[in-house]
């Protein structure tokens, strides 16, 4: 579904609920391989209390290929809805840029699950030329994006040249959603993005949960892995390590009950590339042993 306009697939009537979009190459020629200039502002559009839609699945052949368009892959007004096991940005070899499309997935309600903790599950939301995921307006609330690859190809690589912006960027009051988990598989790869993994901005966006996360770009400097801006999430105070050795790290943080999360960083502790363990604070301190950890290892703790 190529050129169409304004929007390749329009869902947008409460009887439509229920609505499964599955299998097609939205926005690229039929190879997938490239776009052409007529290119739809949408390649999927939700709206008007239209609900339950299932964009792509876990099934063999369920995923959709959603790239190319002129604004969003996929624009989400109305949910709760899933959307699992596609490609968004790249071409249909899940590893090739295309570049133009703006935001992969841009969200302004609330209850969506993005992704999940197997692998079918999994979206690869890669080479978009603004955020990978974009949650904005006080009705993008309790999503949860879990399980996916954001800024890498298929096979979990960075790629050369990509110029999304932000991983996942969160504005003007979405609040209460989760990205990322406790469980195996919930964690999201979030790599090659040259902002930030994570940006969240504006002091009514808060009570946002990113949870066991990598998040790094090792072919170009990215600002930051996770950035709290103007006040996002209550700009709420990292916690502090006061020791660390090659078997355990300890510190401090305000909260007692609050969970420390520790990393295992570079070496300018800008990339966050694999979550050691977490810990709940007690008595304003926490710690956390059992690590094996070379010497020349850095440690990042986020809460």
Request: with cysteine; glycine share 16%.
């Amino acid at each position: 579904i190529d050129g169409s306009s304004p929007k390749g697939v329009d869902i947008g009537h409460a009887s439509s609920s229920g609505t499964s979009v599955k299998g097609n190459i939205l926005g690229l020629n039929a190879p997938g391989t490239g776009y052409f200039s007529g290119t739809t502002t949408y390649g999927v559009q939700i709206t008007s209390s239209a609900t339950n839609i299932s964009i792509g699945g876990t099934g063999s052949g369920d995923g959709n290929v959603i790239s190319g368009n002129g604004s969003a892959g996929i624009y989400m007004e109305t949910g709760p809805n899933t959307i699992q096991g596609n490609i968004i940005g790249l071409q249909a070899n899940g590893t090739s840029l295309v570049g133009t499309q703006g935001d992969g997935i841009f969200i302004s309600s609330s209850a969506n699950t993005i992704g999940g903790a197997s692998a079918s599950a999994r979206n690869i939301i890669s080479g978009n030329a603004s955020n990978g995921i974009r949650l904005s307006g006080a009705g993008a609330t309790s999503n949860v994006i879990k399980g996916n690859y954001i800024g890498p190809d298929k096979n979990g690589s960075e790629i050369s040249g990509s110029s999304q912006d932000n991983g996942i960027n969160l504005v003007s009051s979405a609040a209460s959603n989760i990205i990322g988990g406790w469980n195996s598989g919930e964690s999201n790869l979030i790599t090659g993005n040259t902002l930030y993994g994570v940006y969240i901005t504006g002091a009514s966006t808060l009570y946002n949960r990113i949870s066991r996360n990598p998040i790094y770009n090792t072919l170009a400097t990215m600002t930051k892995a996770i950035g709290l801006v103007s006040s996002g999430n209550d700009a709420y105070a990292t916690p502090s390590i006061s020791t660390a050795s090659t078997s355990s790290v300890s510190g401090t943080s305000a909260n007692n009950g609050d969970s420390v999360e520790v990393f295992r960083t570079d070496a300018n502790c800008k990339n966050v590339l694999q979550h050691l363990g977490t810990v709940v604070v007690s008595a304003g301190a926490w710690s956390l042993s059992g690590l094996s950890l070379s010497g020349s290892d850095r440690i990042f703790a986020t809460v």
